[in-house]
């Protein structure tokens, strides 16, 4: 399985981006998909999850204002990005594994993308 993300750049806050991961040698069930950011210096966090029902899992820092969600048709995973803030900045990361479980653990997850970069400014 390979992930490329892309869509990340530069906005002010209040702003809003969407980021897509597109997937190859993807597994057709029984999977979740997510993303995740980090910041130089601190862990991996997650930021949103979907699984290969549909369901998803937002973070508390995000719900309301990120969307998780996927197109099967087209092996991409996507995140709209609304009212971003400044403490959004921070290297965003699409991961996949298998198994269903909407897990936030940075290790449970094999597959990663290389990462797109988010910045926010006040």
């Known amino acids: 399985v390979q992930l490329v993300e892309s869509g990340g750049g530069s906005v002010q806050a209040g702003g809003s981006l969407t980021l897509s991961c597109a997937a190859s040698?993807?597994?057709?069930?029984?999977?979740?998909m997510g993303w995740f950011r980090q910041v130089p210096g601190k862990e991996r966090e997650g930021v949103a999850l979907i699984d290969s029902d549909g369901l998803t899992r937002h973070a508390d820092s995000v719900k309301g204002r990120f969307t998780i969600s996927k197109v099967n048709a087209k092996n991409t995973l996507y995140l709209q990005m609304n009212s971003l803030l400044p403490e959004d900045t921070a290297t965003y990361y699409c991961?996949?594994?298998?198994?269903?479980?909407?897990?936030?653990?940075?290790?449970?997850?094999?597959?990663w993308g290389q990462g797109t970069q988010v910045t926010v400014s006040s």
């Open positions: 991961a996949a594994k298998m198994g269903m479980l909407r897990s936030f653990v940075v290790g449970d997850y094999s597959y």
């Open positions: 040698g993807y597994f057709n069930s029984g999977y979740c």
